[in-house]
């Protein structure tokens, strides 16, 4: 049909012969709008390349291909799969700016979340998104452009806070991010979340990881919203 070859075209990294009239004009000016959107995207990133790295970025993107979609929210989302993929050396400061926006944007309601109480079973906040990264991602900076690998992959979580919808972040160890996935897994309490984190985590203190957990369920709690009563 003509309009999926118009797609095909717009889409294209080698589009060849333009398959309606105007198609050509048409795929300029989609291109055109994704380079905008792709430069306000990222601002972080922006700042770190400067004028003429963010332009070589999205120069490449879109001779790769570029996005896979005519849906223009999802242009930012698909640079950052296709970074990932080239293995762009800051693919992870993309994607870290990025979960900002997914969680800002998540459609579910979550006014009436609540802090739970206890014995109540619990939950976590579904704008929740997790990352994980082999650096200080937070702490890519123009002076500070290569932080130092970690000895093992570093959490980060970020998630929109009931009422203020204020976009929230938190940085856990990956010993805590797999354990805070079990309650994604089943409706729990806070003791059975931590016993089955012991149960889990089996190469870990069995005395010190208690402790761990539930300080950082008591810090996650007061944070607003990412451990709700289910």
């Keep these: 049909m003509a309009g999926e070859a118009l797609v095909r075209y717009t889409l294209a990294a080698e589009p060849g012969e333009p398959p ?3 198609s ?82 998540h459609p579910a309601e979550i006014d009436l979340l609540r802090v ?11 704008t929740l998104q997790v990352s994980s990264y082999a650096r200080l991602v937070h702490e890519i900076t123009v002076e500070n452009s290569d932080p130092p690998t970690a000895v093992s992959p570093l959490v980060y979580l970020a998630w929109r806070k009931p009422q203020s919808d204020e976009v929230a972040r938190q940085r856990v160890g ?6 805070l996935g079990l309650l994604g897994m089943a409706p729990i309490t806070k003791d059975e979340w931590v016993e089955q984190a012991l149960s889990r985590e089996t190469d870990h203190d069995p005395i010190s990881l208690p402790k761990v957990l539930l300080e950082t369920y008591e810090d996650l709690v007061e944070r607003a919203g990412i451990v709700a009563a289910l």
């Design 20 to 22: 309606l009239p105007r």
């Design 24 to 105: 050509d004009l048409y795929r300029e000016l989609t291109r055109n709008i994704q380079r905008e959107i792709l430069e306000v995207a990222f601002p972080r990133t922006r700042t770190l390349l400067g004028a003429e790295g963010i332009e070589a970025l999205m120069s490449r993107f879109l001779e790769d291909g570029g996005p896979e979609t005519l849906q223009y929210p999802r242009v930012p989302d698909d640079l950052v799969a296709w970074a990932r993929a080239v293995e762009h050396p800051y693919w992870d400061l993309l994607d870290f700016e990025r979960s900002s926006v997914r969680a800002e944007r």
């Design 116 to 126: 739970p109480r206890s014995g109540e079973r619990l939950a976590l906040n579904p």
């Design 174 to 179: 990956i010993v805590v991010g797999r354990c």
